[in-house]
Structures are given as C-alpha cells and as structure tokens.
C-alpha cells in the first residue's frame, strides 16, 4: 500500500531517468519555479497566502497575474514592487517565501533536485538538450548542468543515473529562498551573490577548474527553484544590476572560470519612488527596463481595509500576551479615516504609514488600562510623532488635519446623538416641547399674552429654522399662522413625523444635553435629572452603539470638551 497522500509513481524516484518516468505520470515534476508558485498560490488560495494583508486588493491580483504568467514572457521578468516606505512590500514577499515552504513540505509541492548539487538543480537540467527533445521533455533551453554535477555525470558516464533525492525549501537552511539588502555597497560584492574561489581548496587542488576549489555559497544560488528577495534593489551597485538582468533575461549565471550555469529563480525587487525614477532616467538601464513587471505599491487609501490591519494588531497582541484590551469600533474609524486623509492627495505615494499606526497603537496598548478608548488613541496618536523622525512631511500640517479629523469626527457624533438618539430616547420631552410650541405660536399669531419663557420656546425653534433655511426670518408670523390653521391635526401627529419641525425639535431637546454633556467631567456638580439625561445616552452608547461603559465615557468627554 501507498503511504497517504504519496504522490503516485514518486516511491521510486532516486535517479533522474525515474524522475523523468516519474514526470510522465504526474505533470507537476515538470513544473518551472514560476509555474510552481502559480500552483502553490492556487493550493493555498491568494487570501491565505496573502492573509492579514488588507485593502491590496489590486496589487495582490497583479503579483498572482504575475506568476500565471508561467511558459510565457513572465519567465523571464523582473517582479519589482514600487511604493513608498512602510506600503507592505516586504510583508507580501515574506508571506509568499513562507507559503512557499508550506507548499515543498505538501504532496502537491514535493521538490526534487540533483544530490549534492550546490544548486539543487532540478533533475531536467542534467539531460542534454538533443535527449530532451527525444524524450518530449519541454524545458529551458539554456538548462545546463553546474560544474558540480557536470562532474557527477561525467564520472558516471551517463546522466540517467545521477542521484536525485526531495528538495524542502527553507530560507534557514538557505534552499529556495534568499533576500538581499543593499545596506553597505562597499561590501556589497558580487561574490555573496554567485560564490568565490576557495583559495584554500586552490592551494591542495591545482586548479580553478576543479569545483572543489570554488565556494558555492551566495544569494543566487540558494534561492534556486524559489524566490530571490531583493530589497531597495536599484540601490545596488550597478555590476550587480547587470548580474540580475543575465539572471532574468538569460536565466543564467557566470562563475568564475567555469562554463555559465543555469538558474531557475524568481527575483521580487522591491524599491521607492524617487529611486524607481532615477532608475528610469539611466541609459545603461535601458535593457532592464524592458524586463520589468512593475506592481505599484501605494498606501492604502481604503478605509476599511485600513480598520482591519489596525483590528487585527490588537488582536494579536490580545493573544500573544492573554489580554482582553477592548477597542470600540470608532476608535479604528478615527485612526483609519485619520490616515487615509494624509495619504488621499498623492494617491497613497505620501503620507503616513502604516507602520506610523501600528506605533500608535502599540503605545495606545501598552498605555491602556482596559479600553483603548478615544482618548487614549487620540493622545497616542499625537505623541507618536515625537518619536518619528517624518522626512518629506509637514508635522504642523500633520497635526492640523488630524485636529480637522477629530472635529469631523465629533460631528459625525453629535449627528448621531441628533437624529438618532434624541428622537427615541427623549421622545417624551420633544413631543412635549412640540405641543407647547404649537400653543405658543398660535398665542403669538392670536396676539394673546406669553411668557418669557413662551418667547423664548417661539424664539429657539424659529431660529433654528431661520438658520437652517426653512424659514425666513420675515416669514416666522406666516409660518405660525400655517400651524394655526392645521393646529388640530398637528396635535394629533407625533412630532417626529412633522418633516417641518422634527429636526428643530431634536436640536432644542440635543442642546440641552449639550449644557449636561459640558459638564460631563464634574457629575458630582451635577442635579438629578441631568445625570439621568446623561444615564440615557451612556446607555444607548453601551447598547446599541458597541461601546463599553468606560470607552461611552471617553466618548462624552470628548464631545463634552468640544462645544
Ligand atoms: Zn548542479
Ligand atoms: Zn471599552
């Protein structure tokens, strides 16, 4: 019986003439690298290869459109991933390398390479091109065995019987993954890319043409048959951008005094803006130019995704560390419409980064007690630029957007509280004050007596409606005789339903929650019927607005504060 989930035909693979058999009964052994991370991105699906990385709907559609682009003119490009600092680069290729792994360790991604090759070549790369064609075998054309197992074939006579043996990629065990990153160019040299000689080894061998005497340990042949991950890559001195448009165009490499050797890699630059365009303006560039994939990489400009990268830091953090730190959902809404404010202009290419909020909020989380509420966002927010050190952005119009954003926020919430809250909370008392009005208007049109109060009631609603238009201020005696003359039926209807004077009514029943909400941080100055007031709203907060006793606090405060 087969082992469960064995691959058919792969128990007997230990040379390359049975992988080749094998490679008959099961496609996928003949699988180049970009075809072979096209099925794994298939296998796992785009959202859990790319999970947690929100609102790059677009960018994560162009990389999986990348590598379906296997057998065709994406063999042989250059992924280049250009945005700004902080876009998400680097999570997304860190994401793919590690699924990556995953996928060598599954029946579907079994790997197999030549034994003891540096390069773990894949086992097609040994047969010679005429027996390829004979054999109905579809490869790279420039597939040619390393110097390492050219000598295995020679002295086998035969490269049939060269030993193959599974392949598990590992970016620990440097096999089908490698990143690089231009920090120091003076020591950014073309060994650590393609090996050295061994000048030890030289001494005892003889010659530069014996393999033993060459280090077969750099960047681009480890990452053979995965990814080489190349980060600020046109940062890199230009010898090596040449180095990499051979890798991409040729497929190839040069060692040393040894023939060229053949790689099968995907390379996924990643770069900025203003590098990208000093790139572009460079002649010697030119043919690399041509083998680009360019996926641009702004921030991100959507709200919701927005929410949920900072949603899923706190849960995270609320697992790693066994807490239960409560953030209502108008905390993520503010940070969220906070950021994608700075970054809306440029089109994502400027503003603040995401890395910018997972700051504030881990500041916010260490800091909370409980909640972090808006106070406690708010106040995280504007101490991390203290510890930011924001190049090509303007602090003081920074901080005034985000006051802008606050304001615009405490709006939106007052709105609520008007049209929503008052209208079923306090019904009562603004159906009250409605009935009054309409007494009071018809005395006013009648000529009969009113009090002070009377005419302050006729004037509070009438300037409401003045200034919201409905009304002009001439026109207030002819509005109370319209109320007159439909006065019995107007009693009759609930106040709410009066599209003249419903939003009248909340506002002057709102504005007397205003004076209670001023007060918000004295309670005890407070009397009765105020803090029941007060109780109404912190209720409604708490029950159908998905804040926690705590956070509805912050809240009031925060609008409190604000008229
Ligand atoms: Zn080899
Ligand atoms: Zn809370």
Same mark, same amino acid.
């Given at each position: 019986?087969?082992?469960?989930g =064995? ?14 058999a ?10 180049t ?6 099925d ?6 785009k959202a859990r ?8 709907d677009r960018?994560?559609?162009d990389?999986v459109?990348?590598?379906?682009? $296997? ?8 992924l ?7 876009s998400g ?21 079994i790997?197999? #390479?030549?034994? %003891? ?47 193959? =043996? ?5 970016a620990?065990?440097k ?10 160019? =003076?020591?950014?040299d ?9 000048? #030890?080894?030289?001494?005892?061998? %003889? ?10 340990? *750099?960047?681009?042949?480890? #990452? ?38 053949h790689?099968d ?6 770069t900025?803006?203003?590098?990208y365009?000093v ?17 641009d990489?702004?921030y991100?400009?959507d709200i %919701? *995704?927005?929410?949920?990268i900072?949603r *899923?830091?706190?849960?995270r ?18 940070a969220?419409t ?8 440029s089109?994502? /290419? ?5 890395r ?12 909370a ?9 708010t ?6 630029f ?12 920074? /901080? ?36 009054? $009005? ?5 005395r006013?049109?009648? *000529?009969?007596a009113?009090?002070?109060?009377d005419?302050e009631? /006729? ?24 109320? /007159?003359? =439909?006065?019995?039926?107007l ?6 339903d009066?599209?003249?004077?419903? %939003? ?7 504005n ?35 804040y926690?006793a ?14």
């Open positions: 019986m087969k082992p469960r =064995r691959v058919s035909g792969m128990s007997e693979i230990t040379t390359v003439e049975t992988y080749v094998a490679s008959r009964q099961n496609p996928r052994l003949a699988r690298t970009l075809h072979y991370i096209a794994m991105i298939d296998y796992f699906g290869v790319f999970e947690g990385i929100y609102g790059m960018q994560l559609d990389i459109d990348f590598f379906r682009g $296997y057998a065709m003119s994406m063999e042989r490009r250059l280049l991933l250009v945005g700004p600092q902080g680069k680097s999570m997304t290729v860190d994401k793919l390398k590690r699924r990556l792994e995953e996928y060598s360790h599954k029946p579907d991604g790997l197999y #390479a030549v034994a %003891g090759c540096p390069f773990h070549q894949h086992p097609f790369d040994l047969i010679p091109l005429d027996a390829r064609e004979a054999e109905g075998i579809w490869w790279h054309e420039e597939a040619v065995p390393c110097p390492v197992c050219e000598r295995a074939v020679a002295a086998r006579g035969d490269w049939r019987t060269v030993p193959v =043996r599974p392949l598990l990629i590992s620990r065990d096999v089908g993954v490698a990143k690089h990153t231009p920090t120091d160019l =003076r020591r950014e073309i060994t650590n890319f393609v090996g050295n000689i061994n000048f #030890a080894m030289l001494k005892e061998r %003889g010659s530069t043409y014996d393999p033993d005497a060459y280090d077969f340990e *750099g960047k681009v042949i480890w #990452a053979n048959r995965g990814i080489l991950d190349w980060t600020e890559v046109f940062k890199s001195r230009r010898q090596l951008l040449s180095l990499l448009l051979e890798l991409i165009q040729s497929k190839r490499i040069d060692l040393a005094n040894f023939p060229t050797v790689v890699e995907v390379v996924v630059g990643h900025n803006y203003p590098e365009n790139f572009l303006s460079e002649d010697i560039m030119e043919p690399l130019r041509g083998r680009i994939h360019k996926v990489f702004p991100n400009v %919701g *995704g927005e929410m949920r900072y *899923g830091l706190v849960e953090a609320n697992r790693a560390r066994g807490e239960q730190k409560h953030v209502p959902g108008d905390v993520y809404e503010l969220a906070y950021a994608i404010k700075t970054r809306q202009e089109e994502g /290419l400027r503003g603040l980064s995401p910018f909020f997972e700051d504030a909020f881990s500041l916010a989380y260490t800091r007690n409980r909640c972090i509420d808006l106070e406690v966002i106040d995280a927010i504007e101490q991390t203290a510890h930011q050190s924001i190049k090509d952005l303007n602090l003081k119009d920074l /901080l005034k957007l985000f006051e802008e954003t606050k304001v615009e926020f405490i709006h939106k919430k007052v709105d609520v509280i008007v049209e929503e809250i008052v209208p079923s909370h306090f019904y009562d008392y603004g159906q009250n004050l409605y009935l009054n $009005y309409l007494d009071v208007a018809a006013s049109v009648l *000529g009969e009113m009090s002070d109060s005419k009631l /006729l004037d509070d609603i009438e300037g409401v409606l003045v200034q919201k238009r409905q009304i002009s201020r001439q026109g207030r005696i002819a509005f109370e005789n319209v109320l /007159l003359e =439909r006065r019995d039926e009693r009759r209807m609930s106040y709410r009066n599209e003249h004077l419903a %939003g009248a009514i909340n506002e002057i029943v709102f007397k929650i205003k004076n209670c909400l001023r007060l918000y941080d004295k309670t005890e100055e407070m009397d009765a019927k105020s803090r029941d007031l007060l109780d109404v709203l912190q209720r409604s907060a708490i029950e159908e607005h998905g926690c705590s956070c509805a606090s912050a809240l009031f405060k925060i609008i409190g504060r604000s008229f």
